[in-house]
């Protein structure tokens, strides 16, 4: 009994020991050093026994040691209550007898102790205190390194996912991943700051295309031309959305790259060539068409031509925002040349075209498509063009199939000249239409027409050059 007396005080010293070089070490190291001394103290109690906690006490300061002594007097009284026969040993221990029964158990005389008690006592003794040491030690730094190192693996997933997606986009995605258009019937306002009543600085009309600036998430940053400012997203649509409208919405013009360029009957280096093109020449590509990437189909006086894709760029007819006082300006400008428009174009009477009522609310809905917004001149002469097609020889006899003629008119392979006849022409287009049908013409017997700004002689009439 005593032998075991002294194991289980020694056990109890060693936790004390424990708890006061971690609390000593943790102030002032790093919770790695508190750890060693842990781990030493219990290496010392497992491997050396009793022995290994009297080579511990004689490190302790002299006020541990009293300390340490207490600890033991208590020890033994209370197993002088619990062991009766056991009292003429107990009252004569002391710390010294302890630590030279400790020597001695080191040395090999344990046969008072049996096998693996003093071992099992130490762990379960010193145990908690280890972990709790350890714990405490390095919960801090183990918190601050585990979130930064998620962190840190968000950061590489996110960059991770979007290069996939970069490299999943083919170039012409790419390239409109940063631009926006609006998804309007006419024109969207662009607005000083990000609010509905912020003043209007200029309008993105449709087919015009801005590059963003700063994404919001109801207004965003935009600039076009020569406009920089806020449009509402409720009404655009960006990045591939935007491309896939552009497709659908806007012609693809091919512009020639070189003089005398060869415009063929057939996508054939030895077709009938219709006519030549110098470089600059801008001519609208036929979509509908199959070719092959060696050739672009394009049209030419109201039928499908080709030339060779070595000598010709394409791209979108996109245009660009204008601001309100480029708007202004362009509106006198235009009510100039409609003036002198007016008085050098001569509206010719030709023969009238008998028609249905279905046939001038067809003819009323392309005009409407094509120049609803031009003047009443530029209505009238939209139809005149489609009446000079039917008269012509060269394209389909009817108004129908003039209309509806493959590649001829966008808005009608669309379905938008259907949707405007069932819904009903607005009157000015419905006028035109009439009138164009009785024989007018104020085109000078055109059969063609595009945008004036593409720089092709003709009669300008609005928006509009006829040819």
Same mark, same amino acid.
């Given at each position: 009994?005593?032998?075991?007396?002294?194991?289980?005080?020694?056990?109890?010293?060693?936790?004390?020991?424990?708890?006061?070089?971690?609390?000593?070490?943790?102030?002032?190291?790093?919770?790695?050093?508190?750890?060693?001394?842990?781990? $030493?103290?219990?290496?010392?109690?497992?491997?050396?026994?009793?022995?290994?906690?009297?080579?511990s006490l004689n490190k302790?300061?002299?006020?541990?040691?009293?300390?340490?002594?207490?600890?033991?007097?208590?020890?033994?009284?209370?197993?002088?209550?619990?062991?009766?026969?056991?009292?003429?040993?107990?009252?004569?221990v002391t710390v010294d007898?302890?630590?030279?029964?400790?020597?001695?158990?080191?040395? @090999?005389?344990?046969?008072?102790?049996?096998?693996?008690?003093?071992?099992?006592?130490?762990? $379960?003794?010193?145990?908690?205190?280890?972990?709790?040491?350890?714990?405490?030690?390095?919960?801090?730094?183990?918190?601050?390194?585990?979130?930064?190192?998620?962190?840190?693996?968000?950061?590489?997933?996110?960059?991770?996912?979007?290069?996939?997606?970069?490299?999943?986009?083919?170039?012409?995605?790419?390239?409109?991943?940063?631009?926006?258009?609006?998804?309007?019937?006419?024109?969207? +306002?662009?607005?000083?700051?990000?609010?509905? $009543?912020?003043?209007?600085?200029?309008? %993105?009309?449709?087919?015009?295309?801005?590059?963003?600036?700063?994404?919001?998430?109801?207004?965003?940053?935009?600039?076009?031309?020569?406009?920089?400012?806020?449009?509402?997203?409720?009404?655009?649509?960006?990045?591939?959305?935007?491309?896939? +409208?552009?497709?659908?919405?806007?012609?693809?013009?091919?512009?020639?790259?070189?003089?005398?360029?060869?415009?063929?009957?057939?996508?054939?280096?030895?077709?009938?060539?219709?006519?030549?093109?110098?470089? @600059?020449?801008?001519?609208?590509?036929?979509?509908?068409?199959?070719?092959?990437?060696?050739?672009?189909?394009?049209?030419?006086?109201?039928?499908?031509?080709?030339?060779?894709?070595?000598?010709?760029?394409?791209?979108?007819?996109?245009?660009?925002?204008?601001?309100?006082?480029?708007?202004r300006a362009a509106q006198?400008?235009?009510?100039?040349?409609?003036?002198?428009?007016?008085?050098?174009?001569?509206?010719?009477?030709?023969?009238?075209?008998?028609?249905?009522?279905?046939?001038?609310?067809?003819?009323?809905? %392309?005009?409407?498509?094509?120049?609803?917004?031009?003047?009443?001149?530029?209505?009238?002469?939209?139809?005149?063009?489609?009446?000079?097609?039917?008269?012509?020889?060269?394209?389909?006899?009817?108004?129908?199939?003039?209309? +509806?003629?493959?590649?001829?008119?966008?808005?009608? @392979?669309?379905?938008?000249?259907?949707?405007?006849?069932?819904?009903?022409?607005?009157?000015?287009?419905?006028?035109?239409?009439?009138?164009?049908?009785?024989?007018?013409?104020?085109?000078?017997?055109?059969?063609?027409?595009?945008?004036?700004?593409?720089?092709?002689?003709?009669?300008?009439?609005?928006?509009?050059?006829?040819?």
């Amino acid at each position: 009994m005593s032998m075991r007396k002294r194991a289980v005080s020694g056990i109890m010293i060693a936790g004390s020991m424990v708890m006061m070089c971690a609390a000593a070490d943790a102030a002032d190291t790093v919770s790695a050093e508190a750890v060693t001394a842990a781990v $030493d103290m219990r290496t010392d109690l497992a491997t050396g026994g009793t022995a290994g906690v009297v080579v511990s006490l004689n490190k302790v300061s002299a006020e541990a040691a009293a300390s340490v002594e207490q600890t033991q007097t208590t020890l033994v009284a209370a197993a002088e209550e619990t062991t009766p026969e056991a009292e003429s040993t107990t009252e004569n221990v002391t710390v010294d007898t302890l630590a030279k029964g400790a020597a001695d158990t080191a040395e @090999g005389t344990t046969a008072e102790v049996p096998a693996g008690t003093t071992g099992d006592v130490t762990a $379960d003794a010193t145990a908690g205190t280890m972990e709790d040491v350890v714990a405490d030690a390095t919960a801090g730094t183990t918190e601050d390194v585990t979130t930064e190192t998620t962190e840190a693996a968000a950061e590489e997933e996110t960059a991770e996912e979007k290069q996939q997606t970069d490299e999943t986009l083919t170039q012409e995605e790419a390239e409109w991943q940063n631009r926006l258009m609006a998804d309007v019937d006419e024109f969207l +306002y662009v607005r000083a700051s990000g609010d509905a $009543d912020a003043e209007i600085v200029g309008k %993105l009309y449709k087919g015009d295309v801005a590059e963003v600036v700063e994404d919001g998430d109801t207004w965003t940053h935009v600039v076009s031309g020569n406009v920089e400012g806020y449009v509402n997203n409720d009404y655009c649509v960006s990045g591939t959305e935007a491309l896939n +409208y552009a497709q659908q919405n806007v012609e693809l013009q091919a512009e020639i790259q070189t003089d005398g360029l060869r415009v063929r009957s057939e996508a054939a280096e030895d077709a009938p060539v219709i006519t030549a093109v110098s470089t @600059g020449t801008v001519l609208t590509v036929d979509t509908d068409a199959q070719v092959s990437e060696d050739w672009v189909a394009v049209e030419y006086n109201g039928q499908t031509a080709y030339v060779s894709a070595e000598y010709v760029t394409t791209d979108y007819a996109l245009g660009e925002a204008i601001s309100i006082e480029e708007e202004r300006a362009a509106q006198e400008k235009q009510a100039q040349e409609e003036a002198a428009q007016t008085t050098q174009t001569t509206t010719v009477q030709n023969e009238a075209v008998s028609a249905s009522v279905d046939d001038v609310t067809l003819l009323a809905a %392309l005009i409407q498509c094509e120049a609803g917004n031009e003047s009443y001149e530029g209505q009238l002469a939209v139809g005149a063009v489609v009446m000079n097609r039917v008269r012509s020889g060269a394209y389909p006899g009817s108004i129908y199939d003039v209309i +509806y003629q493959r590649g001829q008119f966008p808005p009608a @392979g669309k379905g938008m000249v259907a949707q405007i006849a069932a819904n009903g022409p607005k009157a000015s287009c419905v006028q035109a239409a009439q009138e164009a049908l009785s024989g007018a013409d104020n085109t000078g017997g055109a059969t063609c027409f595009s945008r004036a700004s593409s720089g092709r002689a003709g009669v300008v009439i609005g928006n509009h050059v006829f040819y």
